[in-house]
């Protein structure tokens, strides 16, 4: 789907465009240009009509880290991380930013609810963007405001966690697992944060930049720096709710240990006496007994079943 965002006067003028529409496309009042999930062809045809080079999904993907933004004196091509929830999990996903002149070309492979969110900012307040650099420091600023709402979830969704006991949860693993989850989704933020980090240093260097903007891309790296604080101190949480953990752990099993030891101690001396002896003794009322070799089988049988079944309740085995 491909939707061009014109300016007419102090309004934006949204309009949903064919590829063979595209060459009627008046990119005089072209401010932005939003393609979502486009096929090779569209690409090919906005390049055309635009005079422009998009990269592929592919291409988007695979780009080396430090090659993730590019300027020349055409225009800024940006590659950047947006998070994407999917399945009660988050990932990264690459958005690219191509700021030419007066416009925008954005290419997203994904419906995520800020560009729709943006787009009704756009039509409310439009002479807060006259241009496309105005419309990347939009988004980008909306972006940075979501990722601190989502990590600031996490870190109430920590300090819960950290208040529970190991022992109120039904399987003592659970704990562990929850721990992993946050540390992934964690690490998710973390890598989105510092790839934010990057592009907007970035931009503060650039020529293209006017600096009224630079002082609002300034101000977003003040944020994102914040940020990146909070998620290394989730970090610094999870480490400690986690040694904390595996330390209780610890002192459970010397429990268990302290307890088997004791009963070892009890049980060992009878039973060194019993195997001296072998219990052989001439009057012996259950020699007579009819029941008594059932009875004794039935014994044995207990007497291994009701240590079993005391540590399973007690959840020591």
Known sequence: MIKAYLRAEDTFRPVAV???????????????LDLMSPTTEELATVERCLKLELPTRQESEEIEFSSRYWEDETGIDINTYFLVKQDDKYHNETVSFILKRHFIVTIRFSDHRIF??????????????????????????????????????????????????????DNPTTFLEYITDYEDINITIRENLTDKHRVLSSLLKSTMISEPLKKEFSMMMKDVNSLIISANFNFERLDYLQNLFLNHMSVEQNKVIKIFTVMSVIFLPPTMIA??????????PELEWVFGYPFALSLIVLSAVLPLYIFKKKGWL
């Open 116 to 169: 729709t969110e943006f787009s009704r900012r756009l039509r409310l307040n439009p002479r807060a963007f006259r241009d496309g650099a105005d419309i990347l420091n939009g988004i980008l600023a909306m972006r940075v405001d979501m990722d601190a709402d989502i990590l600031e979830a996490l870190s109430k969704s920590i300090a819960s966690i950290g208040r529970k006991e190991p022992q109120s949860f």
């Open 275 to 284: 195997s001296i002896y072998g219990m052989n003794y001439k009057h012996m």
């Open 18 to 32: 064919e590829s063979d529409e595209l060459t009627e496309l008046d990119t005089d009042t072209l401010v932005w």
